[in-house]
């Protein structure tokens, strides 16, 4: 069957210049749904709104959304419908990313899957499926969401597999969101990691997915001490991600404040976003909005101690370079 909204949706990408972060309230970090204060949450967003920033990417955490199969907790549906409307208050969208699943070093499975495979076991991608159809059917039409993601770097979660294996599982997952009647963009957040852009074959072919998608959303974060590499590793990336026909939009980057002086960290992110821009990126999420000094003894910041130190403000709240480097950036845009 022919997507005849696909163009509409890519153009719609494009049309929108996401410029925003990767979203974790300080309160809870993956666990914010579980600690969930709003008047802090509207803080954090009025702070990014003010600077600019358009959007920002959210995260169902899997094993607090679903306790069990095919049951909602619904006191953080509540939650999150109330992070939707804060969105709208402040004049900017998101794009919840459903299965998470991964996130900062650490794998997070619902208590309930049993070992079954995230791609292979049937049983367990129909509930990945029913998850996002659920959710796109109770909150596809709430205006404060601009896209969709299925999962936050799934590669690093299920691991590898077949291009065949991965396109089939992304065909039902995606197919899932538009079931729900969500019209609004949709992509993997698996970092466009396969083989077109790393040499590796882990079954994420742009190639290959380029029918199911709508825009391709690379993740990159370089780690060495090659300065060159290190400020073009990202535009060098979009232009290989931008080669097969999508929008790019780059949806993770940053560097901790544990790796580099704030200082440098602004210097960091204007590289990057300059360059990124004149490789065609069409947005750009920054990881993350905030630092998290105060759950520095929950996982995975516990055993992950840099990443605690990735935010665009501290963990009071307060913006760093690095936001105002955003703040200037949406200027130019």
């Not at 590796?200 to 001490?225: C, K, T």
């Not at 780059?250 to 990057?272: C, I, K, P, T």
Request: net charge negative; proline share 6%; hydrophobic share 40%.
């Amino acid at each position: 069957m022919t997507d005849t909204n696909r163009d509409t949706r890519r153009a719609a990408v494009e049309s929108q210049r996401w410029l925003g972060a990767n979203f974790w309230s300080r309160t809870g970090g993956p666990r914010m749904w579980v600690h969930y204060d709003p008047a802090i949450v509207r803080e954090e967003l009025a702070t990014l709104a003010a600077h600019g920033l358009n959007v920002t990417r959210s995260f169902c955490f899997w094993p607090d959304f679903v306790p069990e199969p095919e049951r909602f907790d619904e006191d953080v549906l509540t939650r999150f419908g109330d992070f939707l409307d804060a969105h709208t208050e402040k004049g900017m969208t998101t794009i919840p990313t459903f299965l998470v699943g991964h996130m900062s070093g650490e794998n997070w499975d619902p208590s309930w899957r049993g070992g079954r495979d995230l791609h292979r076991d049937v049983w367990l991608v129909s509930q990945q499926a029913w998850l996002a159809e659920e959710i796109a059917r109770r909150f596809g039409q709430h205006p404060a969401i601009s896209g969709w993601l299925v999962s936050n770097e799934m590669p690093l979660y299920g691991g590898p597999a077949t291009i065949e294996e991965i396109t089939a599982w992304a065909r039902i997952v995606v197919g899932a969101i538009r079931a729900g009647g969500a019209t609004q963009p949709a992509s993997l957040g698996d970092g466009a990691w396969g083989i077109e852009t790393t040499g590796s074959d882990n079954g994420y072919s742009l190639r290959a997915l380029e029918p199911l998608v709508d825009f391709v959303g690379p993740h990159v974060y370089p780690m060495q001490d090659d300065q060159v590499r290190q400020f073009l590793r990202a535009a060098y990336t979009c232009e290989l991600c931008a080669s097969f026909g999508l929008p790019v939009v780059l949806e993770e980057f940053g560097v901790s404040s544990d790796f580099s002086s704030d200082e440098n960290a602004a210097h960091y992110y204007r590289q990057v976003l300059h360059t990124t821009l004149l490789a065609g990126s069409k947005g750009w999420l920054a990881w993350n909005n905030c630092d998290y000094d105060e759950i520095r003894d929950q996982p995975p910041y516990s055993h992950h101690l840099f990443e605690l130190h990735f935010g665009l403000t501290d963990a009071a709240g307060r913006p760093k370079p690095q936001l105002a480097e955003l703040a200037r950036f949406s200027d130019v845009l």
